[in-house]
T-cell receptor, first 111, second 119 residues
Framework: TQLLEQSPQFLSIQEGENLTVYCNSS?????LQWYRQEPGEGPVLLVT?????EVKKLKRLTFQFGDARKDSSLHITAAQPGDTGLYLC???????????FGTGTRLKVLA | KAGVTQTPRYLIKTRGQQVTLSCSPI?????VSWYQQTPGQGLQFLFE???????NKGNFPGRFSGRQFSNSRSEMNVSTLELGDSALYLC??????????????????FGPGTRLLVL
């Protein structure tokens, strides 16, 4: 069974702090995506990475795909209350059309 | 471009009934995937369709089925509902046509989901 483990599961921080969320697997992924989901809504795509070692920046968010394409991280600088939500990583392994979703990290940023 | 739409947004059913959920993908997207999201299990893959063919299936019982029409719209059906089927059902579309990794085609776009409550 393919698994994507995310850590931490829950994170409550003060506005202005930095944080990193990790997404790890024993499987190699041909692509990996990060999403943020609000309660009762569908996940909204943040970024897609496909190359090992790739780093992508989206304003205060920095995403990194591991060299071996088995893991990824999401770093948020100077977190704001608007960053609150459920962060999900999802990977697709080659030879399949199926995306495996991570266990999720629930982030709360306090003003 | 309009996003992925799902209908209905909310649904209440009783055990033993059946339900059909609908998904309209982004225009031009031919791949449609369905997921079930619950607090305990997270997001789990149900199945994926492309050009009216199911290309991949998750580990769900046969009570869960789906289909795709020639205009890429998709439906999923759950028969003989159980309490444990209460969940947010999400549909996602993408441009992915083959298993080959193509930057730009990998991205899945999700709809708002259908919240199903089984009593």
């Amino acid at each position: 069974t393919q698994l994507l483990e995310q850590s931490p599961q829950f994170l409550s921080i003060q506005e202005g702090e930095n944080l990193t969320v990790y997404c790890n697997s024993s499987s190699v992924f041909s692509s990996l995506q990060w999403y943020r989901q609000e309660p009762g809504e569908g996940p909204v795509l943040l970024v897609t990475v496909v190359t090992g070692g790739e780093v992508k920046k989206l304003k205060r968010l920095t995403f990194q795909f591991g060299d071996a394409r088995k893991d990824s991280s999401l770093h948020i600088t100077a977190a704001q209350p608007g960053d609150t939500g459920l962060y999900l990583c999802a990977g697709r392994t080659s030879g399949t059309y199926k995306y495996i979703f991570g266990t999720g990290t629930r982030l709360k940023v306090l003003a | 471009k309009a996003g992925v739409t799902q209908t209905p947004r909310y649904l209440i059913k009783t055990r033993g009934q059946q339900v059909t959920l609908s998904c309209s993908p982004i225009s031009g997207h031919r791949s449609v995937s369905w997921y079930q999201q619950t607090p305990g299990q997270g997001l789990q893959f149900l199945f994926e369709y492309f050009s009216e063919t199911q290309r991949n299936k998750g580990n769900f019982p046969g009570r869960f089925s789906g289909r795709q029409f020639s205009n890429s719209r998709s439906e999923m059906n759950v028969s003989t509902l159980e309490l444990g089927d209460s969940a947010l059902y999400l549909c996602a579309s993408s441009l992915m046509t083959s298993m080959r990794t193509v930057r730009g085609q990998e991205t899945q776009y999700f709809g708002p989901g259908t919240r199903l409550l089984v009593l």
